[in-house]
């Protein structure tokens, strides 16, 4: 699309209190749904690269399954050691059912 989004998954796919991963050009995204509000960051913790996919939704929050790091969902930022550096997030909307990202930002 000429904005920079595209389609990675269908608005089904992701209903509110849910997370999934969805992969573009190989690289590995993590989309949330937060009470209908979608957040989309990188998949793998910032710690010890494990998928965040797997990990637990907790309001705005997503704890890694490895070993516990939080991190909010809305900016990237580590809430809980051990990881100390935070995750990138990408803008992410819905169109037509379509659940469109934009990759790099």
Known sequence: MADGFIEVARADDLPPGRLLRVT??????????????????????????ASLATGALHGTCVSCPLHG???DL???EPLEEPATV???TYPVTVRDGAILLRPGG
């Open 24 to 49: 573009v050009d190989g690289h590995d995204y993590l989309l949330a749904n937060v009470d209908g509000t979608l957040y989309a960051t990188d998949d793998l913790c910032t710690h010890e690269d």
């Open 86 to 88: 935070p995750l990138k």
């Open 69 to 71: 790091s939080r991190f």
């Open 74 to 76: 809305r900016t990237g």
